[in-house]
């Protein structure tokens, strides 16, 4: 169709050519905003507000306004700050008479009040409040004394005085804990553990289990129910450990009880492990379930047998369970059982109840939470020669290489790595300290170290190496004795307590030369 001349032109657009710039702008878009996400300059999601348009007829009126408004809100700010100033003024001039007699009336009357209270309430109650308020402040005076008076014992006379009502927990930091109800509640758990079970699995720590061991435990157990009770010692996280020191310690302690070693997880990442051969989770796991049912058996009870496990925090008796009751299945079975059965994890207090689980029905398996018992035989754990008496810190920096307190609540980690070093550094562990080192990358250490501090002089290089600095590049040390403190958790780290046996013969041996 041609156009008439003088008409204009259509200005109707084909739609394929509107949807091009529809699509062009939302592309625009998009750039933008992609563009916006990636400019490091900082911008304020508040819209500014435009102010008054310059075409309006009255902006400078309004203006005017504004203006005024702020001087009038300025003068009258001002004015009362002065007439606040000339009060004040006139306060510090009058002389504080009244005040003093009031004083003197309050004294009158609080000791009327301390010499015969009831009069005093019925005529002046604000007396009243005074002396209960001054009574209440002599007795906290007191209490805070006795307190002060109070020194705590060492771990020998704790363990002597201390019954089996007054357990340390293992979810606390400090020896004597504040929250008597907690405690009550894990003694409460251990109790009915053990007047529920017929067998008795106490786990072990196979690195040091003297440490995680306590013998008048052992005799209540073995004392409950005229000696009804089955005692089982399992030595967990025996693949921590070389095979000689592992045969050592089943050696000894099968002279007190049966014994039984046991690797019922797959280690941590990056750990350093022995290779037994004859040990392996799935195994040594069908041995202690073996065991167990061969006990249920000839008891011949008409119910099912009831196993309950008890031990330190963090010494694997979840994973004891899982393990357990992985052996009733395979392949994708035994995985779903055993991420069903409990719940575990690295670090202490992940189970805080009492939880039952079933394997099948001639066997019933009791996990408890971790507690930290009462041992006389924590001498013997690093050395035989050290002093009876141990400080507050000294027994802290020991359950903190047990695993026994979460990592959240270690307040200082460094006694704990002096404590690590002393037990590396001697001879029996040679090879331990020289695994340390290499763990690290890091050169021998000095034998004074800085200012003749050793474990300074290692954290300050962990930190480092790891990049545990603080402002300045100063090492932080207390991140660097965690750092530490967690490779030796999870077995990165090499380090195990020899049987006394052996200790003894080294002693004898060193004598006679």
């Not at 000839?298 to 330190?312: D, E, N, P, Q, S």
């Not at 290499?438 to 501090?453: A, K, Q, R």
Request: hydrophobic share 35%.
């Amino acid at each position: 169709m041609v156009n008439k001349p003088g008409k204009p032109k259509s200005k109707r657009t084909p739609v394929r050519l509107r949807h091009k710039i529809e699509k062009a702008s939302a592309a625009k878009q998009r750039k933008q905003r992609k563009l916006g996400k990636k400019n490091p300059e900082w911008r304020t999601r508040l819209k500014k507000d435009p102010g008054i348009p310059n075409l309006f007829p009255y902006k400078d009126r309004i203006l005017h306004k504004i203006e005024e408004k702020k001087r009038l809100k300025e003068e009258e700010t001002l004015r009362k700050r002065e007439e606040n100033k000339k009060e004040r003024v006139l306060i510090e001039e009058i002389p504080d008479v009244d005040a003093s007699e009031d004083a003197e009336n309050e004294d009158d009357l609080l000791d009327e009040t301390m010499e015969d209270e009831a009069p005093a309430e019925s005529t002046n109650p604000m007396a009243a409040l005074l002396a209960s308020a001054k009574a209440r402040a002599v007795d906290y005076g007191e209490q805070e004394g006795a307190e002060e008076e109070y020194e705590p014992q060492d771990d020998d006379s704790i363990a002597e005085s201390m019954d089996h009502d007054n357990l340390n927990i293992a979810s606390s930091t400090k020896i004597s804990q504040p929250h008597d109800s907690s405690r009550r509640a894990f003694d409460k758990v251990y109790k009915t553990i053990l007047s529920s079970s017929d067998i008795i699995l106490y786990v072990l720590d196979a690195r040091d289990p003297n440490g995680t061991r306590s013998r008048e435990i052992e005799q209540e157990i073995t004392a409950a129910d005229s000696g009804s009770k089955r005692l089982i010692l399992v030595l967990n996280k025996a693949d921590l450990v070389p095979p000689p020191i592992l045969k050592s310690w089943l050696t000894y302690l099968r002279q007190y009880f049966p014994t039984l070693p046991l690797r019922a997880s797959t280690p941590a990442p990056n750990a350093h492990t022995f290779d037994h051969k004859a040990l392996t989770v799935k195994g040594t796991s069908e041995t202690l379930l073996r065991a167990l049912k061969t006990y249920a058996h000839a008891k011949h009870l008409k119910r099912a047998t009831t196993v309950g496990i008890i031990g330190y925090p963090n010494v694997g008796k979840s994973s004891v369970i899982n393990a357990l009751t992985s052996c009733l299945g395979g392949g994708a079975t035994s995985a779903r059982s055993q991420s069903r059965a409990c719940p575990v994890g690295a670090e202490a207090g992940i189970t805080t109840a009492l939880r039952e689980v079933k394997l099948d029905n001639k066997l019933k398996l009791l996990d408890s939470p971790g507690i930290v018992f009462p041992s006389t035989s924590a001498g013997s754990q690093a050395s035989s020669s050290r002093a009876k008496k141990k400080s507050k810190d000294d027994n802290q920096a020991r359950l903190v290489l047990l695993n026994a307190i979460p990592s959240k609540q270690i307040t200082d980690p460094v006694p704990a790595i002096t404590l690590l070093l002393e037990r590396l550094s001697s001879s029996s562990s040679q090879g331990s300290m020289d695994n340390l080192l290499s763990v690290y990358g890091l050169p021998p250490l000095m034998p004074g170290g800085v200012n003749g501090d050793t474990t300074t002089d290692l954290l300050v290089q962990v930190a480092r190496k790891r990049g545990r600095l603080g402002k300045g590049g100063v090492p932080n040390l207390t991140a660097a004795a965690m750092t530490v403190i967690t490779d030796w958790r999870d077995g990165r780290i090499q380090g195990w307590i020899e049987p006394p046996s052996i200790v003894e013969e080294r002693a004898g041996d060193q004598k006679a030369v």
